[in-house]
């Protein structure tokens, strides 16, 4: 981040873990990042690396049974965690908007599109309900959907999944938020509707300087969207970059892997992917050393033993051993 730039959120060795207090697991260890306004940050990494978690910690929205154990949230120098009930009711949906992977677990069934938008604007707007029917289908117009004003009367059953996160898309932004937050907007869809959507967020973004965070397990998605990424592995950021950067010189085993894994579909056709070897690793786990050292083709002994803190080498990041003897 240069100094001219505006930072709306800020992370600062954030720990988050589940569990009673007695048998707890860190799921997010000693996470940090700065997001500046108008730019998008992409979270990626495999499942259960701790991208979700990571984003309900920042609108204090944590499942039962997680618990952040440690660090600060920032928003725009205020730390979240510590806000009254009143001023976080502001900050969610009014500052900080999410869009959730399912948009079904978001919509309620039973009501109207068209009832759903209005309440929403009402809810944080003092506006007349004709004002806020009128900025729902302007909304709806900006989204993509065709005929807004007599599909304000349609159910969320009636609009295909791609029309659904459209309309979660209208949902986020109604109340002008500063941060939008996208949790894997796209994996329900089919890789066309993918691309519109990530396509619509990335303009609706630009066209009003919003910051965004990207969650992601498809670094192939972000490299048109992100001006920065940030790769998880086990609750840890292993590696951190400028967007260009990550994907011209990834210095971390794991997101050479992960970019070899990719399948470029403008390229010449792979004759074999080349998948990272293992899964990811249970929660926790291991207890020492680096947590890819188990799947890693470059783990040494003291990657086994000792987990590696971020190297930074500029404003790129890698939490990996092999950076401390290529110095
Ligand atoms: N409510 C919960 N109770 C206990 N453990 C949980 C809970 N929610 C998540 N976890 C654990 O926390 C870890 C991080 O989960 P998280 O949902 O953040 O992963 P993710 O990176 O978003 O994965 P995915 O790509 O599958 O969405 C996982 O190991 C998961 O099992
Ligand atoms: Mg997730």
């Given at each position: 981040m240069n100094a001219r730039e505006e930072c709306v959120l800020q992370?600062?060795?954030?720990?988050?873990?589940?569990?009673?207090?007695?048998?707890?697991?860190?799921?997010?260890?000693?996470?940090?990042?700065?997001?500046?306004?108008?730019?998008?940050?992409?979270?990626?990494?495999?499942?259960?690396?701790?991208?979700?978690?990571?984003?309900?910690?920042?609108?204090?929205?944590?499942?039962?049974?997680?618990?952040?154990?440690?660090?600060?949230?920032?928003?725009?120098?205020?730390?979240?965690?510590?806000?009254?009930?009143?001023?976080?009711?502001?900050?969610?949906g009014q500052k900080i908007a999410m869009i959730f992977q399912d948009p079904m677990t978001s919509l309620n069934p039973i009501r109207t599109i068209g009832k759903q938008l209005t309440e929403t604007i009402l809810a944080h707007k003092k506006c007349s309900k004709l004002r806020a029917q009128a900025t729902a289908i302007r909304l709806l117009k900006k989204v993509g959907i065709a005929d807004a004003r007599r599909r304000m009367k349609e159910y969320p059953f009636q609009f295909s999944g791609g029309q659904r996160q459209r309309i979660m898309i209208a949902m986020a932004l109604c109340l002008k938020p500063d941060i939008l937050i996208a949790d894997e907007p796209t994996t329900a869809l089919d890789v066309t509707i993918q691309a519109q959507i990530l396509k619509l967020i990335k303009q609706l973004q630009t066209q009003s300087n919003m910051a965004a965070v990207f969650i992601t397990?498809?670094?192939?998605?972000?490299?048109?969207?992100?001006?920065?990424?940030?790769?998880?592995?086990?609750?840890?950021?292993?590696?951190?970059?400028?967007?260009?950067?990550?994907?011209?010189?990834?210095?971390?085993?794991?997101?050479?892997?992960?970019?070899a894994s990719l399948v470029h579909l403008s390229g010449p056709k792979p004759t074999h992917l080349c998948a990272i070897e293992g899964y990811p690793p249970a929660p926790g786990m291991p207890k020492e050393g680096c947590p890819f050292a188990p799947r890693c083709p470059k783990a040494t002994d003291k990657c086994h033993a000792q987990l590696p803190p971020l190297f930074t080498e500029g404003a790129h990041a890698v939490r990996c051993w092999l950076r401390e003897e290529s110095k």
């Open positions: 992370i600062q060795n954030l720990q988050v873990s589940v569990g009673s207090a007695a048998a707890s697991t860190a799921v997010v260890r000693g996470l940090s990042y700065q997001l500046s306004k108008g730019k998008v940050l992409a979270v990626v990494g495999e499942s259960g690396c701790g991208k979700t978690i990571h984003a309900l910690s920042v609108l204090r929205i944590l499942p039962p049974g997680a618990h952040i154990t440690g660090g600060q949230i920032l928003y725009h120098g205020k730390d979240i965690l510590t806000l009254p009930a009143e001023e976080l009711r502001q900050l969610r397990h498809n670094l192939a998605l972000v490299a048109e969207v992100a001006d920065e990424v940030l790769v998880l592995y086990g609750g840890y950021c292993m590696e951190q970059a400028a967007a260009a950067e990550l994907f011209k010189h990834p210095l971390h085993p794991y997101t050479q892997g992960l970019l």
